[in-house]
């Protein structure tokens, strides 16, 4: 009886695996073509509405090594052509798209940096397929530091019969920073300019300095300016 049942058993196991190999390969070019039709269709139905958009993105940085400052930078743009699907492209705005270089391995001299698909910030869903320029060139000094002094920069005149007896600041030093060029090349900072236009009495205020667009800095922003102010003659 037990060996009656083994030869049912594999007469069942053989059946079934004939009819799952029929159900398998029965109509075979048929069911391969079904797969690629299907394969076209989802090609067909994903590309709908894609489309391209070229914009141009601010080039920005992070990990400049401690004692370089950045000197020239021959690119601060870069054209960027994004792909996605239009409803996507159409609401990003030129803020949405940035690039961020990673200058960490940056030295002395003059540099080329590559700009990657990865160093490209965009939005979900949208893809960059070109990068123009796709390196930028970038200039680096020594950091340099040194106290200058402080000019008060004055406007206008005061009233008929009065003059500027005199002008105090303070701090009357700063210490400024930025690259070895810059730095060298200064020797004073001035005030933002105060207007004294039709004044007949002496007046302290507080004003900021002006280090202009170069890469100059200084933790001292903002300076005390005492003008004493009198009639003339006096």
Do not use: C
């Not at 005390?224 to 003659?233: A, C, F, L």
Request: proline share 3%.
């Amino acid at each position: 009886d037990n060996q009656k049942e083994d030869i049912e058993e594999v007469r069942y196991k053989g059946n079934t695996a004939m009819k799952m190999k029929r159900l398998l390969f029965e109509n075979l070019t048929l069911k391969i073509a079904a797969i690629v039709f299907a394969v076209i269709l989802w090609i067909f139905v994903a590309s709908r509405g894609q489309t391209e958009v070229a914009m141009d993105a601010l080039i920005e940085h992070t990990g400049i090594p401690k004692g370089l400052e950045i000197t020239r930078h021959v690119s601060k743009s870069a054209s960027i052509v994004l792909r996605g699907h239009e409803t996507v492209l159409k609401n990003i705005r030129k803020g949405d798209v940035r690039i961020n270089i990673d200058l960490s391995r940056a030295k002395k001299g003059e540099m080329t940096f590559q700009i990657r698909n990865d160093d490209v910030r965009v939005p979900y869903a949208a893809t960059v397929t070109k990068i123009e320029p796709s390196s930028v060139k970038i200039v680096f000094e020594e950091t340099a530091a040194k106290d200058v002094v402080v000019r008060t920069v004055i406007t206008g005149s005061p009233a008929n019969d009065y003059t500027v007896k005199s002008v105090t600041v303070k701090p009357a030093m700063v210490l400024i920073e930025g690259s070895k060029s810059d730095v060298r090349r200064i020797n004073h900072i001035k005030t933002e300019p105060i207007d004294i236009t039709g004044l007949s009495e002496s007046f302290q205020q507080e004003t900021g300095l002006d280090l202009g667009d170069s890469s100059l800095r200084s933790k001292t922003t903002r300076v005390d300016v005492n003008i004493i102010i009198g009639r003339k003659g006096k």
